[in-house]
């Protein structure tokens, strides 16, 4: 997964919780003032109901009795029944929201009225029967909190239940994902993935494992098919050696002839050092170099160094050893020769006449600079087997795949640049 | 001087014969474990060399065998197997040498020639050939009675010359020799001439022969 992909992923689970925490707010926020009227209206209904109620009983209980000289004292005494004496009649019953003036709380507040046409002994009044509404806000304000509050508890349990759930059924994708990051082709075994009660989560690891083994059977394969390539190309390379040997003791030999023979002597070599590096790189695939032991650099560059003076010789380059600090590393003595020889070897091999390398050690890197061609060298190609850099000189491509390997195994890192006019290889521990 | 060579491989049995045969070196062939059980029953020889890989048997099978007659030849073995694990077990189980394939003639030769040595003359390790004489124990070499003062590689280079007199040497087999396993690895061989003309100018200053030829300028042999 590259770093520049990563910042803009999310978690799958948080995805999904926003989706339903988005649903939830949007249906809450909607409902609400639908919920108000309808509530509202709900309960006005239930009032005008009361009041037409209130009226039926007047007219059942009071209303055939009543005398207008009762209408002073029924007034005094009924706060929200009234008869009043006024020339606005209405025809029928009508219904008003109305505000008065409550004596009590010094304040004016809002009422539901009902006005009925009624007669008292032949006269026509106008019966008012009001209802307080405020109370009744209070009460839909009231319930409407209710409302949200169990909406609010139900979305945070929806909450907490999802992330719950969600979790416990992908977490054996979770787990299966986690075995694959940590899976690599011919360093770890196969993964062994648990069983899973979610078909499609069986589903995917069956197709993976099936994947995984195919992968590796055919790694397999091909590493054993290299190391037995090789392995079978020394006997034939050993008795064309010996037939050399035997053809360069005829008497008479020619100049030509023994120029000849002297390039099938040079490749020959060249063959040689080829198989020789496939083996090297299919023994340590195989872990064919397991002992360790603790190196100090310092001896193996040292014990190394004349021998690469006398080849540097030879194309009269000046071989530097800069300060090379007391460095231990656990490693395979083998191996560490053959990166400090690979590096080395290469160094002189890319170099030019009256060239420079030079070594330095600390404790965080090897560094080994040359010169050579003008140009950087393609860093992302460097590494590979058989990636060919320059074709004017007899390297296999293999020397820089064979330090890389090697650094790999001991979780070295090997790096390249090109900086002022040099070749720098630098193979940092840790 | 006689040897017994153990290899199914007819090809290089063939050149490695021819190679070795001289007028006192008389090389057998075995290319099984049968036949070359029954020639060690038989003989003595004074060197065998030992393919790991022969049909009928694991070549570390025969070396137990040859170990049991407690005769005292050297064994050299002779193996495509390159890996630390057999050569300690060819070494534990009484090889004196272990050469890993492909390999030059003259190599074989120079180790054969070395391990007759240690085993004949127990005390007594100086070469001698005509003025020139080796003490191949002390590392140390006189011309006409005189100490001369030879590099290591001078000295190496000189015993391998001797030691294959008469034959044509490559650069590669100097090379191999003088720089072992790392040979493999380089480029080019051309460090061998500037050895061969120190050696060359050191044995002249001091009164031998000039018997180092070089054929064509690719080759070099010490000429009899």
Redesign the interface.
């Known amino acids: 997964m590259g770093s520049i992909n990563q910042a803009k992923t999310q978690k799958l689970l948080n995805q999904t919780l926003r989706g339903y925490l988005l649903f939830s707010v949007l249906i809450l926020l909607i409902s609400m003032p639908f919920a108000y009227f309808l509530m509202q209206k709900l309960h006005l209904d239930d009032i005008d109901e009361a009041l037409f109620l209130r009226k039926k009983e007047f007219q059942a209980y009071h209303l055939p009795t009543f005398r207008l000289s009762e209408i002073s004292q029924w007034n005094k005494y009924n706060r929200d029944t009234k008869l009043i004496d006024t020339l606005k009649i209405p025809q029928k019953d009508s219904l008003f929201f109305q505000s008065f003036y409550d004596e009590l709380d010094k304040e004016v507040e809002p009422y539901r009225v009902l006005f009925v046409p009624v007669e008292i002994e032949k006269k026509p009044f106008l019966l008012l029967i009001k209802h307080n509404l405020i109370e009744n806000e209070d009460l839909i304000f009231n319930i409407l909190g209710l409302y949200a509050g169990l909406l609010l508890f139900l979305l945070l349990g929806l909450l907490g239940l999802t992330q719950y759930f969600s979790k416990r059924l992908w977490q054996p994708f979770y787990q299966t994902l986690q075995q694959i990051e940590t899976f690599e082709l011919g360093k770890t075994a196969a993964p062994n993935f648990e069983q899973t009660q979610t078909e499609e989560f069986e589903r995917l690891n069956t197709v993976l494992q099936n994947l995984i083994e195919k992968s590796i059977s055919i790694f397999q394969n091909q590493k054993e098919f290299i190391e037995n390539a090789a392995?079978e190309l020394?006997?034939p390379?050993?008795?064309?050696?010996?037939?050399?040997?035997?053809f360069?003791?005829m008497p008479d030999?020619s100049?030509t002839q023994?120029?000849a023979?002297?390039s099938l002597?040079?490749l020959?070599?060249r063959l040689?050092?080829l198989n020789?590096n496939l083996?090297l790189l299919s023994?340590i695939d195989k872990q064919?170099f397991h002992t360790l032991e603790n190196i100090k650099l310092k001896e193996v560059i040292e014990n190394q160094i004349s021998?690469f003076e006398?080849?540097a010789?030879?194309k009269n380059i000046t071989l530097i050893i800069n300060n090379l600090e007391n460095k231990w590393v656990q490693a395979n003595l083998?191996l560490i020769e053959i990166l400090i020889?690979?590096l080395l070897?290469n160094a002189i091999?890319h170099n030019h006449e009256n060239g420079k390398i030079s070594i330095s050690l600390s404790h965080q890197k090897l560094i080994i600079s040359n010169t050579g061609q003008a140009n950087a060298l393609p860093a992302n190609k460097l590494f590979q087997r058989f990636a060919k850099i320059d074709t004017s000189?007899?390297?296999n491509g293999l020397g820089l795949a064979i330090i890389k390997k090697i650094a790999d195994l001991y979780g070295w890192e090997v790096a390249y640049t090109f900086e002022n006019e040099l070749h720098v290889f630098e193979v940092v521990f840790e | 001087m006689k040897l017994l060579l153990i290899e199914d491989?007819n090809?290089?049995a063939k050149?490695?014969s021819?190679?070795l045969n001289s007028k006192d070196v008389h090389c057998e062939w075995a290319n099984n474990f049968e036949i070359a059980l029954e020639k060690i029953n038989a003989y003595d020889y004074d060197c065998v060399l030992l393919d790991l890989t022969l049909p009928d048997s694991n070549g570390m099978d025969i070396l137990k065998a040859i170990k049991k007659q407690q005769k005292n030849e050297g064994i050299i073995i002779i193996s495509?197997k390159?890996?630390?694990?057999s050569r300690l077990e060819g070494l534990a189980l009484g090889a004196d040498d272990y050469l890993t394939?492909?390999?030059?003639?003259?190599e074989l030769l120079a180790r054969v020639q070395a391990i007759i040595r240690r085993k004949q003359f127990s005390g007594n390790n100086v070469l001698v050939f005509n003025e020139i004489e080796i003490d191949t124990f002390a590392k140390t070499v006189k011309v006409n009675q005189e100490n001369i003062d030879l590099t290591k590689k001078e000295f190496d280079l000189l015993l391998y010359l001797i030691g294959n007199k008469n034959?044509?040497?490559?650069?590669?087999?100097l090379a191999e020799h003088l720089?072992g396993d790392?040979?493999?690895?380089?480029?080019?061989?051309?460090?061998v001439y500037?050895h061969i003309k120190n050696l060359k100018r050191k044995l002249q200053n001091a009164g031998a022969g000039d018997y180092i030829k070089t054929?064509?300028g690719?080759?070099y042999k010490w000429e009899a």
């Open positions: 392995h020394q006997t390379l050993a008795v064309l050696q010996a037939k050399l040997d035997v360069l003791q030999l100049q023994m120029q023979l002297d002597y040079d020959l070599a040689n050092r020789k083996l023994k064919i021998f006398e080849q010789l030879q083998t020889s690979n070897l091999r000189t007899q390297g | 491989e090809h290089l050149d490695i021819h190679y495509a390159d890996t630390l694990e394939k492909p390999f030059h003639l003259s034959r044509v040497l490559s650069k590669s087999s720089s790392m040979a493999d690895m380089l480029d080019n061989h051309d460090f500037a054929i064509y690719t080759g």
